[in-house]
């Protein structure tokens, strides 16, 4: 009996003991797919950053981009409207306005009483000459 008894001791000693090393087991388990959705999680929220940067300039590229297609037509309507004129374009990122007029013939200097000199007109994209449509 005192044979049994030992041995069922025993028995429950390496029971207990598989028992603990199973609960450990799972506890690092655990803690390994915990630091592994952290980290998942963590590349999620850095992606939707990197998407809402990428929205972000392509909105600004495609606003920048009407924005020269605008002053293209702008200038294309100067150039037919006064076809004796220069229009000049202006430097991208220049300050001021985005193109400039600038009166060359003596007819139109007559009219405006500068006979025999040259006006120049600043034209900004933003304030459109009558007649000029920005869909057009």
């Not at 069922?8 to 803690?31: C, D, F, G, P, W």
């Not at 002053?71 to 150039?79: G, K, N, P, T, V």
């Amino acid at each position: 009996m005192a044979l049994s008894k030992q041995l069922l001791e025993e028995k429950e000693k390496l029971a207990k003991q598989a028992s603990e090393l199973k609960e450990q087991a799972l506890k690092e388990i655990r803690e390994a797919n915990e630091l592994e959705l952290k980290a998942k999680d963590e590349k999620i929220a850095q992606m939707a950053k990197s998407i809402e940067d990428a929205k972000r300039k392509a909105e600004q590229g495609s606003m920048q981009i009407q924005g020269e297609a605008l002053e293209l037509a702008i200038e294309s309507w100067l150039s037919s409207q006064f076809p004796f004129d220069t229009v000049d374009e202006v430097k991208k990122g220049a300050f001021g306005a985005d193109c400039v007029l600038m009166n060359t013939t003596e007819m139109y200097g007559a009219l405006q009483g500068i006979a025999g000199s040259s006006a120049i007109v600043h034209i900004d994209a933003l304030e459109l000459p009558d007649g000029l449509d920005e869909n057009e």
